[in-house]
C-alpha cells in the first residue's frame, strides 16, 4: 500500500481524513509516475468511501505541506448546510468525537475501503 489514511479528530466537517504518502517526499515532484499514480488512486478511493459514508455533496482536496513537509492530501467533505460561498477551512470546530462515535465511523470506513479491521 502506498499511503495511510487517517480519519481526522476533529471532525467539524463529518468525514474529514488525511491520505499520507508512506515514504518520505515533500512534494509531489520528487515522485515517478507510478508513484504519483498510486498516491492519487488511494486518495480517489478514500473519497470514494467518504461518499459512501458520509454523503457529503463535494470533497475538497487540499495538498499543501507547509506546515508538515510531507505528501499528504486533506480531504475535507462539504455538506449540504455547510456555506459554498465560505473559504475552505481546516481548522473550523473543534467537534470531537465520542470513543464510540469515532469507532463506528472508523469501521464503516473501513469496510467501503475493503481495509481489515
Not at 468525537?97 to 479491521?117: F, I, N, S, V, Y
Request: with cysteine; glycine share 6%; charged share 20%.
Amino acid at each position: 500500500m502506498t499511503t495511510h489514511t487517517r480519519l481526522v479528530r476533529n471532525q467539524a466537517h463529518p468525514g474529514y481524513s488525511v491520505v499520507i504518502l508512506r515514504e518520505h517526499a515533500t512534494d509531489m515532484g520528487e515522485l515517478d509516475s507510478e508513484q504519483l499514480s498510486r498516491f492519487w488512486s488511494d486518495v480517489q478511493r478514500a473519497g470514494g468511501a467518504i461518499t459512501t459514508v458520509f454523503a457529503p455533496r463535494k470533497i475538497d482536496y487540499l495538498v499543501m505541506g507547509h506546515r508538515m513537509p510531507h505528501l499528504h492530501c486533506h480531504l475535507l467533505p462539504q455538506h449540504p448546510n455547510d456555506d459554498p460561498l465560505r473559504n475552505v477551512d481546516i481548522s473550523d470546530g473543534p467537534s470531537f468525537l465520542t470513543a464510540q462515535e469515532l469507532q463506528q465511523d472508523l469501521r464503516a470506513l473501513r469496510a467501503e475501503w475493503g481495509a481489515p479491521e
